[in-house]
């Protein structure tokens, strides 16, 4: 048997090799056995071993770079560690297997306390989860107990769409939920979402039913219409009674009401066309028209600086009955604008008429002449009162008489005496 020296010892104190090619590896003051290699020299026998105790080594060393670096979790580095455990047991290699051993103990602490705090995040991200996936099954649950009437369903359809889409994401990219747990809340969407679903289907099917009877009614409006075109400018009342029903006949969706309405906007064109072509017919046979009474016009603006009424109310009565013998005028914006310079004319005579009156009345010019009369009498008594304060010299009697003199005089003159 071959057995190292003191100084093979030193440069091998970790292997030996036998005579028979037996190696074994020193654990402390004992050595183990680790194989045979006997069909090689000492040295390749341990060369060999050796290689083995390297590739132990660098799956430790592997591993501490794994813990430094980060990214893998404690608990994979746990099962990493656990299988260089059961290599390194008894490992058939030639090395300082106990310093190996101390460094994976080492990493085994810290990763057992890792674990144990990566399994309380673990726990919290969990929880966390769980709120999540309640709060969206809360949200579609909220939006399934609304009454379908009051939802406006094409955002409500796109919101149930993305609700989806949030629970497949955070299924696929959050923690792992209980399977209980997570079988409880996806019962609970997948039966929110079709309590929405069959109000969505009742409500479109209730609004195609809608749409087909305000379809039918519009189609029967359209009808009617249409057949108003022999009438003419006549048609036109009946219609805007089809017009009104037409707001009340509801929605028929958008392509069909918008077809319908191409065709009832047709027909009422043909009527107001019929009724355009007509106006400008009168509008044309107007122009005549326009140009005599504008003619009456300048015939009729002297009337209005004639001093004799009678003459005046005369002369406008004859232009007032030309002026209708000439008959209506189209368009009406200028056949009021006509009207509107006549009646200037009009007025102005009447004006003055009622000034005339006034003068000439008899009662009026009686009571004027009673007034003249007594403001006279006033006038005259005045005048002596006047000329007795100056006789006396009483400068507050002149003034008093003089401004009440002064007074009655300009009455006079109002009253033309």
């Known amino acids: 048997m071959t057995s190292a020296t003191p100084e093979s010892a030193e440069t091998q104190p970790w292997g030996r090799v036998d005579d028979d090619g037996t190696v074994s590896v020193r654990e402390g003051d004992q050595w183990r056995v680790v194989g045979q290699y006997p069909d090689g020299t000492p040295e390749e026998a341990l060369a060999y071993f050796e290689r083995k105790y390297a590739d132990l080594a660098s799956e430790v060393t592997l591993l501490e770079v794994r813990r430094r670096r980060g990214g893998a979790s404690a608990s994979d580095l746990r099962s990493a560690a656990r299988t260089v455990r059961e290599k390194l047991t008894d490992a058939a290699a030639v090395g300082d297997l106990a310093a190996l051993d101390a460094r994976l103990t080492a990493m085994e602490a810290t990763l057992n306390e890792a674990t144990a705090e990566e399994a309380q995040a673990q726990r919290a991200a969990v929880d966390a ?70 109000h969505r289907r009742e409500f479109y099917a209730g609004l195609d039913e809608q749409h087909k009877t305000a379809r039918d009614a519009k189609t029967r409006l359209v009808e009617r219409a249409e057949a108003l075109a022999p009438q003419g400018e006549d048609g036109i009342s009946a219609y805007r009674a089809l017009l009104d029903q037409w707001k009340g006949a509801g929605r028929a969706g958008k392509k069909a009401d918008d077809a319908l309405w191409a065709r009832f906007k047709a027909a009422g064109d043909v009527l107001y066309g019929a009724r355009i072509e007509r106006e400008s017919a009168d509008a044309e046979a107007s122009k005549e028209k326009i140009e005599a009474k504008r003619a009456l016009l300048e015939q009729a603006a002297p009337i209005a600086r004639e001093s004799d009424t009678a003459k005046a109310r005369a002369a406008l009565t004859a232009i007032q ?46 009571r004027q002449n009673d007034m003249t009369s007594q403001l006279q009498d006033a006038i005259t008594k005045l005048e ?32 033309g005496g």
């Open 129 to 198: 989860a769980v709120a999540e996936r309640e709060a969206i099954v809360a949200e579609i649950e909220a939006i399934a107990a609304k009454d379908p009437r009051s939802i406006q369903w094409k955002q409500t359809t796109a919101d149930v769409s993305a609700l989806f889409t949030r629970w497949q994401d955070h299924q696929a990219n959050g923690p792992r939920l209980p399977k209980a747990t997570g079988q409880q809340l996806w019962k609970r969407f997948r039966d929110a979402r079709a309590v929405v679903d069959k």
């Open 384 to 415: 002596e009162e006047l000329a007795a304060a100056e006789a006396g010299g009483d400068k507050a009697a002149i003034a008093k008489a003089k401004d009440a003199l002064e007074a009655r005089k300009g009455w006079l003159r109002a009253l």
């Open 321 to 366: 009955r030309q002026w209708d013998e000439i008959g209506r005028i189209f368009p009406r914006e200028a056949e009021r604008g006509l009207d509107d310079q006549l009646r200037k004319i009009e007025n102005a005579v009447k004006q003055r008429e009622d000034e005339d009156w006034k003068r000439n009345n008899p009662e009026t010019k009686a």
